[in-house]
């Protein structure tokens, strides 16, 4: 197969979202990214993980979850971050059309949720636990999964700083209630953002070898 290298706009739950996505040759698997708290594909951070992922043959398919139009008025309002029933829906969406892009047949799927995002790439996990075989947090929020952790079985790596101490709480709290295999990894020194240097290569360094590791079929 030969590399792919596309933006598309891909039709969810009646809107259209648009997406930045890479297929090595060969891969060995594809990411989607669910993006945090007023962030988007543009995210800096979840970028450079892609870029990681990416150098290991992985596909990574970085998407907004919000149209332009909601991003304007969440700026505003802030409330559509935290809408954890939207953001999962159209990440299930986007999870159920990359089962059916022809660059990406029999790849195995993973999700990797940042703040919020890890939050929604729970929910979806247990909404298509055919389709996702692993999930990666970054100083994600896993407790607004609520009820849907106790269905994640796909095999799950919450990564959070040890300066994030109130987030490492409720990671901890969350990893207890996901049956399947949990890993919580914490990155000494950072804070929430994994702004201190050589942070952020940590996450990216435990984010690959979590999926080299289980997303080839």
Excluded: K, Q
């Amino acid at each position: 197969m030969n590399a792919v290298v596309e933006s598309v706009r891909i039709p969810v739950a009646g809107v259209r979202l648009d997406a930045d996505v890479t297929v090595p040759e060969a891969a060995e698997g594809i990411v989607l990214f669910a993006h945090g708290s007023g962030s988007s594909r543009h995210s800096p951070r979840n970028r450079f993980v892609a870029g990681e992922l990416r150098a290991a043959g992985i596909g990574t398919v970085l998407a907004d979850l919000l149209t332009p139009e909601e991003e304007r008025a969440d700026a505003v309002t802030g409330a559509l971050r935290f809408d954890i029933g939207l953001l999962a829906a159209r990440l299930t969406g986007l999870a159920d059309w990359l089962r059916e892009y022809r660059p990406a047949a029999g790849l195995g799927c993973g999700l990797f949720g940042a703040s919020t995002g890890a939050a929604a790439a729970l929910v979806a996990a247990a909404a298509r636990p055919e389709t996702v075989r692993a999930v990666v947090g970054r100083g994600g929020r896993p407790d607004l999964a609520a009820d849907a952790l106790a269905s994640v079985r796909a095999p799950t790596l919450l990564i959070v700083g040890g300066r994030d101490r109130e987030v490492l709480r409720l990671n901890r709290a969350a990893a207890r209630r996901i049956p399947g295999e949990t890993r919580l990894e914490v990155v000494p020194g950072a804070t929430h953002l994994f702004e201190e240097p050589g942070t952020l290569e940590r996450v990216a360094h435990l984010a690959r070898d979590w999926f080299t590791r289980r997303l080839p079929v």
